[in-house]
């Protein structure tokens, strides 16, 4: 049972905006620590998409931002494209029991 | 550019142990905490655990009593070793780096991944 809940899917027209929340608690995101985001197509390894709750590594559109506040945070995708179908997952630190990397449930985008 | 690759058995009788190696090439392991995360069928990932270079670990704790993780600087790998596998154990297999202190800047490289099937 994951600790970030994230919706199991979002959909979208190509060119439109979707988000995905990743709600925590007090004992990881709440706490302060870091969010970052991750990009899975089928059959391949997940990819850093962003680090530290908003920055983007060097190769991906800033069609991709992020946020964080309080317990939770988002990821924005704008001007949706056919190549964004994929899952996304939010991941930080969690200081409950004795401290651990935890993962979101995942969310699927589907471009319509 | 840093490249991660997993190698081991892809197929691991219930009850036996399932050991996996990550080799790391275009870059030194020292200095940085490295990971293993797994993907189950259908489901979501998984964090396992993260050893420093140094040796020390940190285990997810349902896993704890069956994981260990070892490295060996020398040949630039890290190591997973499962005890008393199940069926619950199949998954796609990844080691991945972890560059900061509190995961302050997440998994930035990552293996391709290995499927590992526990068969009965």
């Known amino acids: 049972q994951s600790v970030l809940t994230q919706p199991p899917s979002v959909s979208g027209a190509p060119g439109q905006r979707v988000t995905i929340s990743c709600t925590g608690s007090s004992s990881n995101i709440g706490a302060g620590y870091d969010v970052h985001w991750y990009q899975q197509f089928p059959g391949t390894a997940p990819k850093l998409l962003i680090y530290?709750?908003?920055n983007r590594p060097s190769g991906v559109p800033d069609r991709f931002s992020a946020s964080k506040s309080g317990t939770s945070a988002s990821l924005a995708i704008t001007g949706l494209q056919a190549g964004d179908e994929a899952d996304y997952y939010c991941q930080s630190y969690d200081s409950s029991l004795s401290g651990s990397d935890v993962f979101g449930t995942g969310t699927k985008v589907t471009v319509l | 550019q840093v490249q991660l690759q997993e190698s081991g058995p892809g197929l691991v009788k219930a009850s036996e142990t399932l050991s996996l190696t990550c080799t790391v090439s275009g870059g030194s392991i020292t200095n940085y905490y490295w990971s293993w995360i797994r993907h189950p069928p259908g489901k979501g990932l998984e964090w396992m655990g993260n050893i420093y270079y140094s040796g020390s670990t940190n285990y997810k704790p349902s896993l704890r009593s069956r994981v260990t993780m070892s490295v060996d600087t020398s040949k630039n790998q890290f190591s997973l070793k499962l005890s008393s596998v199940t069926a619950a154990d199949t998954a796609v297999y990844y080691c991945?780096?972890?560059?900061?202190?509190?995961?302050?800047?997440?998994?930035?490289?990552w293996g391709q991944g290995t499927l590992v099937t526990v068969s009965s």
């Open positions: 991945a780096r972890r560059p900061g202190i509190y995961n302050s800047l997440g998994f930035d490289y």
């Open positions: 530290t709750n908003y």
